[in-house]
Every structure is written in structure tokens, then in C-alpha cells.
């Protein structure tokens, strides 16, 4: 899974679970923010990752991008979330706890919503 990807579900998961707005998504393994905005609200998703271009919309269970071929589904329990990267069939899974959002998936990547 591309950590671009990544990335887009570290924020979608983020927001969704905390119900944060307008925040700046910082990569602390590269040490860098991900300029990554738009809304998370009642299961419905409207993002966008502006360096890569990707536009992921849909409800959490069915995201896509279909200009760029990504088919994500997130399933939210509590503070934690699990999901498939349905394009490269990468499985993964993470947790939110105050502001860091850990995720698994090919690695161990930690975020921060700042």
C-alpha cells in the first residue's frame, strides 16, 4: 500500500473517530505534514490528498477515487478501525488515541492531528 494511502486513511479514520474538523495530518515517521482536507461526518467521506491529487468519496465502507483506481472500505469500532486497500488487497488495522492515529499496514506508520 502506497504511504500516500496510507495517509488518506489515517485522516479519514482520524475524523471519523474523533470528530475533528480542519486539522493538519502530520507524518511523524517521515517527520512532515500531508496536506490532506475536507469532511468525515455521518459516514460519508469527501476528501482530498493534494500532492497526489487524490478526491476519495463515498461512505466508509465503499471509498473510491475512481480517476486514480482506489477502492478502500474502513470499518469503525470505538477507537479502533479496520479496513482493505480493495486495489492492492492490503489489509489493515489501527487505533486513535488522543490526538495519534497508529496504523498497520505494511509497516507501522504513527500520525498526528494537529
Known amino acids: 500500500m502506497k ?3 496510507k495517509a488518506c ?3 479519514i ?3 471519523a473517530i474523533t470528530g475533528k474538523k480542519d486539522f493538519t495530518l502530520y507524518d511523524c515517521g517521515k517527520e512532515a505534514r500531508v496536506v490532506i482536507n475536507g469532511t468525515v ?3 460519508m467521506v469527501d476528501v482530498k490528498h493534494r500532492k497526489k491529487e487524490y ?3 463515498g461512505p466508509l465502507n465503499n471509498l473510491r477515487d475512481k480517476k486514480n483506481d ?3 472500505e474502513i470499518e469503525i469500532d470505538g477507537k479502533k478501525f479496520k479496513g482493505k486497500d480493495k486495489a492492492s488487497g492490503t489489509k489493515f488495522k489501527g487505533k ?12 507501522y506508520s504513527v500520525y498526528r492531528m494537529d
Open 13 to 15: 479514520a482520524g475524523a
Open 3 to 5: 504511504s500516500s494511502i
Open 41 to 43: 461526518a455521518d459516514g
Open 96 to 107: 486513535v488515541r488522543d490526538d495519534d492515529i497508529v496504523l498497520t499496514a505494511n509497516g
Open 9 to 11: 486513511i489515517a485522516y
Open 70 to 72: 482506489i477502492k478502500i
Open 55 to 57: 478526491h476519495i468519496t
